[in-house]
């Protein structure tokens, strides 16, 4: 069945290093691609969006391309601030959403 | 801006009590989802309703945990009798149909559910 694998961590980084959370999925058809972003103690709020192969969705300094070859949707961010500390879920949309199981971010000044 | 709203905010319960939990996803929104979140892990369907219409509860307890969207508007999740092992967080999430079930999923607040 569909389902997403991301990477785990916690993850900590100092302010404006580069970020890269990787993510690679399985699925039938082609599915939509998605990173939520959730800050503690609230629900999910989606970062960015892609609806087919080859599609950059980018939000915030935040990017990921839709890799079909190699089923992935990493995400990256040149330069990140205290604030992007929270937790990444990337996700898919085929019949239902799966999630992975998200990786937690904290950025140090 | 339209938001999905989940009341109450926080719930603590005793073990073998009932609790519901109240969404109100974004108006035109057909689909409807309710997931189980876990300190820690990712969210977990337990249910998505299509309009008023369960379309996959495969993973929802179904000795103790129901669900209805009887107008296919707002939805309520009840557990009855609650148990030590329910403590989550309850996030619903509403999306439009758009391309096929591809729209993005719009999620609420959630619910803090402690079963002491």
């Known amino acids: 069945g569909d389902s997403v694998t991301q990477m785990e961590g916690p993850v900590t980084l100092s302010e404006e290093a580069f970020l890269t959370i990787n993510c690679t999925y399985t699925?039938?058809?082609?599915?939509?691609l998605f990173w939520y972003v959730q800050y503690p103690g609230e629900g999910l709020q989606l970062l960015l969006k892609?609806?087919?192969?080859?599609d950059k969705g980018s939000n915030k300094g935040f990017e990921a391309t839709y890799r079909k070859e190699t089923t992935s949707f990493h995400l990256e961010k040149g330069s990140v601030q205290v604030s992007d500390s929270a937790v990444y879920f990337c996700?898919?949309?085929?019949?239902?959403?799966?999630f992975g199981t998200g990786t937690s971010l904290t950025v140090i000044p | 801006e339209a938001e999905v709203a989940q009341s109450p905010r926080y719930k603590i319960t005793e073990k073998s009590q009932a609790v519901a939990f109240w969404c109100d996803p974004i108006s035109g929104h057909a689909t409807l989802y309710w997931y189980r979140q876990i300190l820690g892990q990712g969210p977990e369907l337990l249910v998505q309703f299509q309009d008023e219409s369960v379309v996959d509860d495969s993973q929802l307890p179904k000795d103790r945990f129901s669900a209805e969207r009887l107008k296919g508007v707002d939805s309520t999740l009840k557990i009855q009798p609650a148990e030590l092992g329910d403590s989550a967080m309850y996030l619903c999430?509403?999306?439009?149909?758009?391309?096929?079930?591809?729209?993005?999923?719009?999620f609420g607040q959630g619910t803090r559910l402690t079963v002491v």
């Open positions: 699925a039938t058809g082609y599915p939509s």
């Open positions: 892609a609806t087919k192969a080859d």
């Open positions: 996700a898919l949309s085929g019949n239902q959403f799966y």
């Open positions: 999430a509403s999306s439009l149909i758009g391309d096929g079930l591809r729209a993005e999923a719009f």
